[in-house]
């Protein structure tokens, strides 16, 4: 099936608009986000946000919101819990005040909130656990504007689900992954009461397991067999706009600013490079040029190692079995121990440590310890020695106390480009501002009386003053066309222009593209369902295949079935291999 139009996206514009989103977990994350290149954020309200500890009060998601719309950002709230009865009425009233406070979209799981607005767009949220064609067209039958699909998914179950709708795609491109298919694991509401389709799951998936056969045989002890590394699709969001992908989202509404500010830029400098290589075909679906700043790199970013997962329809490593913590960059091993510290054997010749690097190693148990330089000089470090700490042990950089420095000290800034044609008339100075979003503004005011001694030195002084950033407007003065004698302009008549244009400028309301609105359909039987079939989780990741244990490698198979032990937890594990997935059951 060939892709299908979107019927109301950049209908004057062929261009494809690519959407860079991320996460916030408070309104100051999400202005540096903003500041960093981000298209959108996403971002909680008061309560039901799918992270209990991520809430945010209306005002300060109205003033995100006031900020973002400058630049055409378009801020999206998280109402993506499943929903008890006597909730839903304290849900609509956050939902209209969400609305009014300037809202763009809602990210939801529950049906129930697509009818608490007409006015914003509902988002299918990745907890509706989307990977079949089939269900994103029942999804689109109930007025869904966007889906945000699984992660578990190849490219070509992506551009099939992409080209059987007419709703946005957005596809999750880097951070955490959750082992199980979204909105569909039961594991932490098993293990502790806390509900993950209810914010608060107690993530056991980054916990200790050993791997037992039915004989009793110990497969693996003491290892995270149920987490896994981080997404990082950073080289790969060409194949996926051209599989349909709108919106390229981040995952870690739970983490860091400087963590935010890092990966944003990153992938916003990514997708600049796509706009700028395919300039006929793609567009970005804001507004404003990302100026200065720190040099983005994602290896001293918090990680648990590095995965595409199952972008390319086969299996890798996907399991972080030593480290459900970030391990950060492999920096070298132990060279020597000392009482005040340690000395290392560097990975790589050009390494350089700082004061206030955090380092971590995995200790006898199999667990992570993490411990602060105090001084670095050259590859010595002086510290408090942990315990567990041995010579020959590899070591992991986690914190960078330099590159935190320079996240804290270049802050990017972000501008709005300004066309500013100037006619100097025999009375009158005619200024005609175009911003990069259409918006036009024409000042009119009396030219000087004096006329300038030296007019060339005038005129040039003029294009310059004039092509000078205001606010986070970047004016750019391409012409000035005299029709009179050349008047002498004081330097701070000449900022003045620039300030009247710029405050007439922001009483004009951004020319945004519009979001695509879905329409249900009147005769739509679809229902979603959240039954869990008595599995605590379905995964497409696999213990077996990740420890050479799966007999389509060529192995013998272990006495099934299998067990994960967890102190007096207990698992059971089953293998469909059909499908080629796994299941975490009761026992």
Same mark, same amino acid.
């Given at each position: 099936?060939?892709?299908?139009?979107?019927?109301?996206?950049?209908?004057c514009?062929?261009?494809?608009?690519?959407?860079?989103?991320?996460?916030?977990?408070?309104?100051?994350?999400? $202005?540096a986000?903003?500041?960093?290149?981000?298209d959108?954020?996403?971002?909680?309200?008061? /309560?039901?946000?799918?992270?209990?500890?991520?809430?945010?009060?209306?005002?300060?998601?109205?003033?995100?919101?006031?900020?973002?719309?400058?630049?055409?950002?378009?801020?999206?709230?998280?109402?993506?819990?499943?929903? +008890?009865?006597?909730?839903?009425?304290r849900?609509?009233?956050?939902?209209?005040?969400?609305?009014?406070?300037?809202? !763009?979209?809602?990210?939801v799981?529950?049906?129930?909130?697509?009818?608490?607005?007409?006015?914003?767009?509902m988002?299918?949220?990745?907890?509706?656990?989307?990977?079949?064609?089939?269900?994103?067209?029942?999804? +689109?039958?109930?007025?869904?504007?966007?889906?945000? *699909?699984?992660?578990?998914?190849?490219l070509?179950?992506?551009?099939t689900?992409a080209?059987?709708?007419?709703? +946005?795609?957005?596809?999750?491109?880097?951070?955490?992954l959750c082992?199980?298919?979204?909105?569909?694991?039961?594991?932490?509401?098993?293990?502790?009461?806390?509900?993950?389709?209810?914010?608060?799951?107690?993530?056991?998936?980054?916990?200790?397991?050993?791997?037992? !056969?039915?004989?009793?045989?110990?497969l /693996?002890?003491?290892?995270?067999?149920?987490?896994?590394?981080?997404?990082?699709?950073?080289?790969? *969001?060409?194949?996926?706009?051209?599989?349909?992908?709108?919106?390229?989202?981040i995952?870690?509404?739970?983490?860091?600013?400087?963590?935010?500010?890092n990966?944003?830029?990153?992938?916003?400098?990514?997708?600049?490079?796509?706009?700028?290589?395919?300039? !006929?075909?793609?567009?970005?679906s804001?507004?404003?040029?990302v100026?200065?700043?720190?040099?983005?790199?994602?290896?001293?970013?918090?990680?648990?190692?590095?995965?595409?997962?199952?972008?390319?329809?086969?299996?890798?490593?996907?399991?972080?079995?030593?480290?459900?913590?970030?391990?950060?960059?492999?920096?070298?091993?132990?060279?020597s *121990?000392?009482?005040?510290?340690?000395?290392?054997?560097?990975a790589?010749?050009d *390494?350089q440590?700082?004061?206030?690097?955090?380092?971590?190693?995995?200790?006898?148990e199999?667990?992570?310890?993490?411990?602060?330089a105090?001084?670095?000089?050259?590859?010595?470090?002086?510290?408090?020695?942990?315990?567990? $700490?041995?010579e020959?042990?590899?070591?992991?950089?986690?914190?960078?106390?330099a590159?935190?420095?320079?996240?804290e000290?270049?802050?990017?800034?972000?501008?709005?480009?300004?066309?500013?044609?100037?006619?100097?008339?025999?009375?009158?100075?005619?200024?005609?501002?175009?911003?990069?979003?259409?918006?036009e503004v024409?000042?009119?005011?009396?030219?000087p009386?004096?006329?300038?001694?030296?007019?060339?030195?005038?005129?040039?002084?003029?294009?310059?003053?004039?092509?000078?950033?205001?606010?986070?407007?970047?004016?750019?003065?391409p012409?000035?066309k005299?029709?009179? /004698?050349?008047?002498?302009?004081?330097?701070?008549?000449?900022?003045?222009?620039?300030?009247?244009?710029?405050e007439?400028?922001?009483?004009?309301?951004?020319?945004?593209?519009?979001l695509?609105?879905?329409?249900?359909?009147?005769?739509?039987?679809?229902q979603?369902?959240?039954?869990? !079939?008595?599995?605590l989780?379905?995964?497409?990741?696999?213990?077996?295949?990740?420890?050479?244990?799966?007999?389509k490698?060529?192995? /013998?198979?272990?006495?099934?079935?299998?067990?994960?032990?967890?102190?007096?937890?207990?698992?059971r594990?089953?293998?469909?291999?059909?499908?080629?997935?796994?299941?975490?059951?009761?026992?």
């Open positions: 099936m060939p892709p299908r139009q979107k019927p109301n996206s950049r209908i514009n062929p261009l494809k608009a690519l959407e860079l989103l991320a996460p916030a977990r408070s309104k100051d994350i999400g $202005l986000a903003i500041d960093c290149g981000a959108a954020v996403y971002i909680a309200g008061p /309560a039901f946000g799918a992270r209990h500890a991520a809430g945010n009060s209306i005002e300060d998601i109205r003033q995100l919101c006031e900020y973002a719309h400058r630049f055409g950002v378009r801020i999206f709230a998280t109402v993506n819990t499943l929903l +008890e009865e006597e909730e839903r009425p849900a609509r009233e956050m939902v209209a005040a969400l609305e009014q406070a300037g809202v !763009d979209a809602l990210i799981q529950d049906p129930a909130v697509l009818s608490m607005s007409r006015k914003l767009v988002h299918a949220s990745t907890q509706c656990a989307i990977r079949t064609a089939e269900k994103a067209r029942g999804l +689109e039958s109930l007025g869904f504007g966007r889906l945000v *699909l699984e992660r578990e998914l190849s070509e179950q992506i551009r689900i080209q059987s709708v007419h709703t +946005e795609i957005e596809c999750f491109v880097h951070g955490a082992v199980c298919y979204s909105g569909q694991c039961y594991l932490s509401e098993y293990l502790t009461g806390r509900s993950a389709n209810r914010g608060e799951c107690a993530q056991p998936c980054r916990s200790l397991y050993d791997l037992e !056969d039915a004989s009793g045989n110990v /693996a002890r003491n290892k995270a067999l149920l987490s896994l590394k981080d997404f990082n699709l950073l080289s790969r *969001l060409e194949e996926l706009a051209e599989a349909g992908v709108c919106s390229f989202k995952e870690g509404r739970l983490k860091s600013e400087s963590y935010v500010r990966v944003v830029k990153a992938y916003s400098e990514a997708l600049d490079a796509l706009v700028e290589k395919y300039p !006929d075909r793609y567009g970005r804001s507004f404003g040029k100026r200065g700043g720190f040099t983005p790199n994602l290896s001293k970013t918090f990680n648990r190692g590095y995965t595409q997962l199952f972008l390319d329809g086969k299996r890798g490593e996907w399991a972080s079995l030593d480290a459900p913590k970030s391990m950060g960059e492999y920096v070298g091993t132990v060279r *121990l000392r009482p005040d510290g340690l000395t290392l054997r560097a790589t010749p *390494l440590l700082s004061n206030g690097d955090g380092f971590a190693f995995v200790n006898a199999g667990g992570i310890t993490g411990f602060r105090d001084v670095c000089e050259g590859l010595s470090v002086r510290c408090r020695r942990p315990d567990g $700490l041995r020959g042990m590899r070591l992991y950089r986690n914190i960078s106390a590159f935190e420095r320079q996240l000290a270049a802050k990017p800034q972000r501008e709005i480009a300004v066309n500013l044609n100037v006619v100097l008339g025999e009375d009158v100075l005619t200024a005609v501002a175009v911003s990069e979003d259409g918006r024409c000042l009119r005011q009396p030219l009386a004096d006329k300038a001694r030296d007019p060339e030195r005038m005129l040039l002084s003029l294009q310059e003053q004039l092509a000078k950033k205001t606010g986070h407007y970047a004016f750019r003065a012409s000035v005299l029709e009179g /004698a050349v008047p002498f302009f004081p330097t701070s008549a000449l900022n003045g222009i620039r300030r009247q244009v710029a007439q400028m922001d009483r004009l309301p951004v020319k945004a593209l519009p695509y609105r879905g329409t249900p359909s009147q005769d739509s039987t679809f979603l369902s959240y039954s869990s !079939d008595g599995q989780m379905r995964s497409k990741y696999c213990i077996r295949h990740e420890l050479g244990l799966c007999p490698q060529g192995r /013998a198979k272990k006495a099934e079935p299998l067990f994960l032990i967890n102190g007096r937890q207990r698992l594990l089953a293998f469909d291999c059909a499908v080629c997935e796994m299941t975490v059951l009761p026992k």
